[in-house]
């Protein structure tokens, strides 16, 4: 499988039909496999971090989850087919288990948010295997009782709706001892399957402003992360297309 390593942190250039058919092999064979998706954000956070970033190069799989990744990679000169945003990326895998009998277990959000994917998720979905739910608040003392709620519901997918680092370091932590199958880190895609956020239209997403649609719905939570934090990336960006111009020389 084609692996590209961007500031020491992997990623996998692959298109979604590619990714989906690997998700599927795996399932079908019973492999447990970890997935997870890289913004701008997340690689901000993860060059500063290496508990985080040894747990992301752990994951089996790594997609391009931003636009600003997609496009710092290109400009490094790679080929990279295409984005795969983690929400396009979780409804599929949604279609898939319902059409395979896979059961799937929501862990994450708050409890009101989650409430609602569930029901969003019976009335769009009649035939999906919700092994359990459970919302993503809790201390750290609690970790082991989840865990053990999760084997019991005996999920074959478990769809993180956490924040990072919170979803990447409690797979790490505990995926040798989870029976789960496949984990797909999904982030804010819980409050999107409740209907208390939307993802930009269609066009908006395609030429690369799904951000901007994210910042005008919360201003001054996102504010810091897509100004401040994409400034810092693309600093990033620059720093290692001259530290690559001058090994080259």
């Known amino acids: ?69 997609l496009l710092a990679l290109r400009f490094f000169g790679y080929q990279v087919p295409e984005r795969v945003a983690c929400p396009d990326l979780a409804e599929d895998i949604l279609v898939l288990a319902e059409k395979r009998n896979y059961s799937v277990f929501l862990f994450g959000a708050h409890e009101t948010s989650l409430q609602l994917s569930r029901k969003s998720l019976q009335e769009r979905f009649p035939d999906l295997i919700i092994a359990g739910y459970r919302n993503g608040y809790f201390k750290a003392e609690e970790e082991l009782a989840i865990v053990d709620i999760i084997n019991k519901a005996n999920p074959d997918i478990l769809f993180l709706g956490m924040s990072s680092p919170n979803k990447e370091l409690f797979v ?56 401040i934090g994409n400034s810092k990336f693309i600093w990033l960006v620059i720093k290692e297309k001259f530290k690559k111009k001058n090994i080259y020389r």
Request: with cysteine.
């Open 1 to 69: 499988m084609r692996e590209i390593e961007l500031f020491g942190i992997k990623t996998h250039p692959l298109p979604k039909t590619e990714f989906l058919s690997l998700i599927e092999s795996n399932l079908e064979n019973g492999c447990q496999i970890v997935q997870n998706g890289v913004n701008a954000a997340s690689i901000i956070e993860l060059v500063n971090n290496d508990i985080l970033r040894k747990a992301i190069n752990n994951s089996n799989l790594v997609n391009i989850d931003g636009i600003s990744v």
């Open 172 to 227: 790490e932590k505990y995926r040798e001892i989870l029976t789960v199958k496949y984990f797909l880190g999904v982030g804010g895609f819980f409050d999107i399957l409740s209907g208390l956020k939307r993802r930009a239209p269609m066009w908006m997403q395609k030429i690369g402003m799904e951000w901007f649609y994210r910042f005008t719905q919360e201003p001054k939570r996102m504010w810091h992360r897509y100004f």
